[in-house]
């Protein structure tokens, strides 16, 4: 039977190529056991006692069975599989958590002497303050110290300089943790007095000073410090045909993109198996799955993308959950992303939950979105075509300035449907926004670039189709489009941002607009807009801007022929992940009459039916659609009052 949600914009389902593997070989490591040696066989009673042990000795059909244990080291496959059914398998054992952690801990601290804790010389110092020192050892560190390498060394071309604070893409990569909690860097010393849990490194990278939260002595607490840069990555390019199942990769000192190196690396492998693996604080970027950088040649015949990455857990990356260069045919499925985002880096422009670049034939299904810091939960750089995103949840985006951004595409068709998209926001100075008194800004359709927050954002692209989806609680509006006539030289990117398709789609309280389109030359038909107040329809271009309600919408466009308005409420639970349809309890202010012209729906279940559209056919459950009628939104149906349970992931991290 044909999977649905798997059906591509251009009809073809996709290319999965996953069989059932039988390992012909399997090795064990533990590094718990009595009887661990390298030196050993690799049997369960003999087993390894380092993963890279077993890794330098797997041909393809082999499966690494890795106990459970903390692994301080960085596995480094030295051979990848052969084809799907001759894979090579790193997979946890048993119900125990297997961790590989790119740090140490350390035990050596004395108290912090010789430097002035308060910023003024005339201030008094707090006695009360207390702060240490650790002396790294070189020990720790064979050819990289990530505190003497600050984030950002390598491509620096897109920064813009007077836009952005730099002291964070000027940190060192190293983090300290205490009880596995990451103290916060500071710029200089005496920064700590104002900041417990907080650490400092000399400009050597050889000391690190901090300051444990409550002041308390390190000696009652586990304090580890990062010393390698990832957790599983090959050291050789292009290795393929690898699982890695089950591992949490934690405390990796990734440099901020680009090159793009995560926790877990593909290294330009291609056909990756990454499932069920939790990336636990990574200073940069969680997983990598494309070709590193743009500096690349790209070879002839050479596969990018093609990997896997599913049921994954990825926590507090600091610039991106998921990176990838001419990732193709990627599946990123059922996976939870979370914390993203707070080095802060978001003009570094490689900033986001799921950052690719001409992403082609990718199918982006029911993961979890959350709490995606001054970044975009998914961004999909120029050049992407036949893409589907489909039944994910893009939550709370904190300073967030979208949701999903698709750039510079101008060829092919990309469709987001039946998805949810959730309070986005915006990231801009409030202190920007002018303060217009009296009735002033009452004939303004368009206020100055300074308010942003958008549910989904299409920057010179061409051909979207977004349809069924659910958008609510957005600063600036559901959607906003614009231009790109002209971009890189050469590289023949820009685009017109028309074509677009609104098809049977939910909008509910965005505060400026549902929709701002560029231009006319777009499709809007049978979407419901909910508790949508002013001109939240309109279009920008040409001059002067206009912007309208549904009535005036129809009358002069010819849009939402069967568009409706309503008032009434939705409410998603973002942390137990519920949503909720409720009566209105008053209808809006109106002049008299006008309630009666508007035909406002008040009753969720009186939704009025809508024509489907031949993109789809099931609803964000999987629900299949009636084929001759349906209802705006991401539901089959909508029952007043009942409880919705969203979390739409499957397999064991549900």
Same mark, same amino acid.
């Given at each position: 039977?044909?999977?649905?949600?798997?059906?591509?914009?251009?009809?073809?389902?996709?290319?999965?190529?996953?069989?059932?593997?039988?390992?012909?070989?399997?090795?064990?490591?533990?590094?718990?056991?009595?009887?661990?040696?390298?030196?050993?066989?690799?049997?369960?009673?003999?087993?390894?006692?380092?993963?890279?042990?077993?890794?330098? %000795?797997?041909?393809?059909?082999?499966?690494?069975?890795?106990?459970?244990?903390?692994?301080?080291?960085?596995?480094?496959?030295?051979?990848?599989?052969?084809?799907?059914?001759?894979?090579?398998?790193?997979?946890?054992?048993?119900?125990?958590?297997?961790?590989?952690?790119?740090?140490?801990?350390?035990?050596?601290?004395?108290?912090?002497?010789?430097?002035?804790?308060?910023?003024?010389?005339?201030?008094?110092?707090?006695?009360?303050?207390?702060?240490?020192?650790?002396?790294?050892?070189?020990?720790?560190? $064979?050819?990289?110290?990530?505190?003497?390498?600050?984030?950002?060394?390598?491509?620096?071309?897109?920064?813009? #300089?007077?836009?952005?604070?730099?002291?964070?893409?000027?940190?060192?990569?190293?983090?300290?943790?205490?009880?596995?909690?990451?103290?916060?860097?500071?710029?200089?010393?005496?920064?700590?007095?104002?900041?417990?849990?907080?650490?400092?490194?000399?400009?050597?990278?050889?000391?690190?000073?901090?300051?444990?939260?409550?002041?308390?002595? $390190?000696?009652?607490?586990?304090?580890?410090?990062?010393?390698?840069?990832?957790?599983?990555?090959?050291?050789?390019?292009?290795?393929?045909?690898?699982?890695?199942?089950?591992?949490?990769?934690?405390?990796?000192?990734?440099?901020?993109?680009? $090159?793009?190196?995560?926790?877990?690396?593909?290294?330009?492998?291609?056909?990756?198996?990454?499932?069920?693996?939790?990336?636990?604080?990574?200073?940069?970027?969680?997983?990598?799955?494309?070709?590193?950088?743009?500096?690349?040649?790209?070879?002839?015949?050479?596969?990018?993308?093609?990997?896997?990455?599913?049921?994954?857990?990825?926590?507090?990356?600091?610039?991106?959950?998921?990176?990838?260069?001419?990732?193709?045919?990627?599946?990123?499925?059922?996976?939870?992303?979370?914390?993203?985002?707070?080095?802060?880096?978001?003009?570094?422009?490689?900033?986001?939950?799921?950052?690719?670049?001409?992403?082609?034939?990718?199918?982006?299904?029911?993961?979890?979105?959350?709490?995606?810091?001054?970044?975009?939960?998914?961004?999909?750089?120029?050049?992407?075509?036949?893409?589907?995103?489909?039944?994910?949840?893009?939550?709370?985006?904190?300073?967030?300035?979208?949701?999903?951004?698709?750039?510079?595409?101008?060829?092919?068709?990309?469709?987001?449907?039946?998805?949810?998209?959730?309070?986005?926001?915006?990231?801009?100075?409030?202190?920007?926004?002018?303060?217009? /008194?009296?009735?002033?800004?009452? #004939?303004?359709?368009?206020?100055?670039?300074?308010?942003?927050?958008?549910?989904? #954002?299409?920057?010179?692209?061409?051909?979207?189709?977004?349809?069924?989806?659910?958008?609510?609680?957005?600063?600036?509006?559901?959607?906003?489009?614009?231009?790109?006539?002209?971009?890189?030289?050469?590289?023949?990117?820009?685009?017109?941002?028309?074509?677009?398709?609104?098809?049977?789609?939910?909008?509910?309280?965005?505060?400026?607009?549902?929709?701002?389109?560029?231009?006319?030359?777009?499709?809007?038909?049978?979407?419901? #807009?909910?508790?949508?107040?002013?001109?939240?329809?309109?279009?920008?271009?040409?001059?002067?801007? %206009?912007?309208?309600?549904?009535?005036?919408?129809?009358?002069?466009?010819?849009?939402?022929?069967?568009?409706?308005?309503?008032?009434?409420?939705?409410?998603?639970?973002? %942390?137990?992940?519920?949503?909720?349809?409720?009566?209105?309890?008053?209808?809006?202010?109106?002049?008299?009459?006008?309630?009666?012209?508007?035909?406002?729906?008040?009753?969720?279940?009186?939704?009025?039916?809508?024509?489907?559209?031949?993109?789809?056919?099931?609803?964000?459950?999987?629900?299949?659609?009636?084929?001759?009628?349906?209802? $705006?939104?991401?539901?089959?149906?909508?029952?007043?009052?009942? %409880?919705?349970?969203?979390? /739409?992931?499957?397999?064991?991290?549900?």
């Amino acid at each position: 039977m044909m999977d649905k949600t798997a059906i591509l914009p251009d009809g073809s389902c996709f290319s999965f190529w996953e069989v059932p593997v039988v390992y012909e070989r399997e090795l064990h490591v533990d590094c718990n056991h009595p009887e661990a040696d390298d030196g050993n066989e690799g049997t369960a009673q003999k087993p390894f006692k380092t993963i890279n042990k077993a890794a330098s %000795v797997a041909t393809p059909g082999t499966r690494i069975w890795i106990h459970q244990g903390v692994y301080r080291e960085c596995v480094r496959p030295v051979m990848g599989g052969q084809d799907p059914a001759h894979m090579i398998c790193y997979e946890a054992f048993g119900n125990g958590e297997v961790v590989i952690k790119a740090s140490e801990q350390v035990y050596d601290f004395k108290p912090s002497t010789g430097w002035r804790i308060q910023a003024d010389f005339n201030e008094k110092p707090d006695r009360k303050i207390v702060i240490w020192e650790h002396r790294l050892s070189p020990d720790m560190f $064979p050819g990289y110290n990530p505190f003497c390498a600050v984030n950002i060394l390598h491509d620096r071309l897109f920064i813009e #300089y007077d836009k952005t604070d730099m002291s964070t893409y000027l940190n060192r990569r190293g983090m300290v943790f205490c009880d596995g909690k990451p103290l916060t860097q500071v710029a200089l010393y005496n920064q700590m007095s104002k900041c417990e849990g907080s650490y400092w490194v000399e400009a050597n990278g050889q000391t690190v000073h901090f300051r444990l939260p409550g002041d308390e002595n $390190p000696a009652d607490h586990v304090i580890e410090v990062t010393c390698r840069e990832q957790c599983f990555a090959p050291e050789i390019p292009f290795l393929s045909y690898i699982k890695v199942k089950g591992i949490t990769c934690a405390h990796a000192a990734t440099g901020a993109p680009v $090159p793009q190196r995560g926790a877990i690396s593909c290294y330009r492998g291609h056909h990756w198996v990454i499932e069920n693996c939790v990336i636990d604080w990574t200073n940069a970027v969680g997983i990598d799955v494309g070709n590193e950088c743009w500096h690349h040649d790209i070879l002839e015949g050479q596969q990018i993308g093609y990997s896997v990455v599913r049921g994954c857990t990825i926590k507090d990356a600091g610039v991106c959950g998921i990176a990838g260069l001419f990732a193709t045919h990627m599946l990123i499925e059922d996976n939870l992303i979370e914390g993203t985002g707070w080095q802060k880096m978001e003009l570094s422009w490689e900033a986001g939950a799921i950052k690719l670049h001409n992403s082609v034939n990718g199918l982006f299904r029911r993961n979890v979105f959350r709490n995606t810091f001054r970044a975009d939960h998914l961004w999909l750089d120029c050049g992407n075509e036949n893409n589907r995103i489909t039944g994910n949840l893009f939550l709370d985006g904190v300073e967030q300035r979208e949701a999903i951004f698709i750039e510079c595409t101008r060829d092919g068709i990309n469709l987001i449907d039946h998805n949810i998209i959730w309070n986005v926001e915006g990231r801009f100075d409030p202190a920007k926004v002018p303060v217009e /008194p009296g009735s002033s800004g009452w #004939y303004k359709m368009e206020e100055p670039d300074v308010v942003n927050g958008y549910g989904i #954002y299409g920057e010179g692209t061409d051909h979207l189709r977004i349809v069924h989806n659910l958008i609510g609680n957005c600063r600036s509006a559901g959607y906003f489009a614009k231009p790109v006539s002209y971009r890189m030289q050469g590289m023949d990117r820009g685009g017109t941002s028309r074509d677009a398709w609104f098809v049977n789609n939910l909008f509910y309280r965005c505060r400026e607009a549902a929709l701002k389109l560029p231009t006319k030359d777009n499709l809007v038909e049978g979407n419901c #807009y909910v508790r949508e107040e002013g001109g939240y329809l309109r279009i920008l271009h040409p001059q002067p801007p %206009v912007c309208l309600h549904l009535p005036a919408w129809k009358e002069f466009y010819g849009f939402d022929q069967q568009g409706q308005e309503a008032w009434f409420d939705i409410a998603v639970d973002t %942390v137990n992940m519920t949503l909720q349809f409720t009566a209105a309890e008053a209808k809006p202010f109106a002049f008299p009459g006008e309630l009666e012209r508007r035909q406002f729906v008040y009753d969720p279940e009186a939704l009025g039916a809508v024509a489907p559209c031949n993109l789809t056919d099931t609803d964000f459950y999987g629900v299949a659609l009636e084929k001759e009628q349906c209802i $705006p939104g991401p539901l089959a149906q909508i029952e007043t009052g009942k %409880v919705y349970r969203l979390d /739409p992931r499957k397999g064991d991290n549900r």
